[in-house]
C-alpha cells in the first residue's frame, strides 16, 4: 500500500479539494468558498496525497491567539488509514504555532468518527449550540485541551 504524505495545500490544488469537499458533506462549501482559503493568509489548509491524487484535507483559520478547525475531510474509500489524524494533527500543530492558545471546533452529535478522532488528538467537549445545523442537529463544541508544544 502507499503511504500518503501531508503538506500544506496551494492554489493549484483547489480543483482536487473542492471534489473531496463534495464527496464528503451533504452542506458543501462552494468552489469560491475553497478557493478563497487558499488565498487567505488567516486561513491554513493541508492536503493528504497518494501518489498525485489529493485523498483528504483540513482547514482552520487562527486569528490573534484564537483558531477554529473548520474542516477534515478524506474520502470514503481511504478512511481509517490514520489520514484524518495526520491530517488534524498537522492543522492543529500549526495553529497552535501560529500563537492560537485557544482552538474550537464544532462537529454534529451524530458523528462518531469525527468525535472519535477529536477526542484521541485531544479535544474536550466545552458546549453545545442547539439546532445548530439547517437539519435541526446540535453541535457539538469542542476545545483542544492540552498540546505538546505548549
Ligand atoms: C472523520 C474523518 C475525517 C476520519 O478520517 P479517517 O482517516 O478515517 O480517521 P483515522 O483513520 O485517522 O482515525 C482516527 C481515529 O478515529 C477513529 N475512527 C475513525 N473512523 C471511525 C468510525 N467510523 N467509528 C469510530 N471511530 C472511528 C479511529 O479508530 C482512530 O482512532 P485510533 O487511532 O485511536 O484507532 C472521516 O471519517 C471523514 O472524512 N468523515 C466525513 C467528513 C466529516 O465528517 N468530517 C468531520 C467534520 S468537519
Redesign the pocket.
Known amino acids: 500500500m502507499t503511504r500518503f504524505s501531508v503538506r500544506p495545500a496551494t492554489p493549484d490544488d483547489a480543483a482536487q479539494i473542492i471534489e473531496v469537499e463534495r464527496s ?2 451533504h452542506d458543501a462549501w462552494s468552489a469560491a468558498g475553497i478557493h478563497k482559503i487558499l488565498g487567505d493568509e488567516k486561513s491554513l489548509v493541508y492536503v493528504a496525497e497518494e501518489g498525485k491524487q489529493i485523498v ?1 484535507y483540513a482547514a482552520a483559520w487562527t486569528i490573534s491567539d484564537e483558531g477554529e478547525i ?7 474509500a ?11 494533527q498537522h492543522t492543529q500543530n500549526e495553529c497552535v504555532r501560529r500563537g492560537a492558545t485557544l482552538i474550537f ?1 464544532e ?2 452529535e451524530s ?4 468525535r ?2 477529536y477526542a ?1 488528538c485531544g479535544w474536550i467537549e466545552v458546549g453545545r449550540r442547539k439546532r445548530y445545523y439547517q437539519d435541526g442537529e446540535d453541535a457539538l463544541v469542542l476545545r483542544l485541551a492540552s498540546h505538546p508544544e505548549r
Open positions: 464528503c458533506f483528504g473548520t474542516r477534515v475531510a478524506v474520502l470514503e481511504q478512511r481509517g488509514r490514520g489520514l484524518g489524524r495526520a491530517l488534524l471546533l462537529v454534529r458523528n462518531v468518527a469525527a472519535t478522532l484521541r
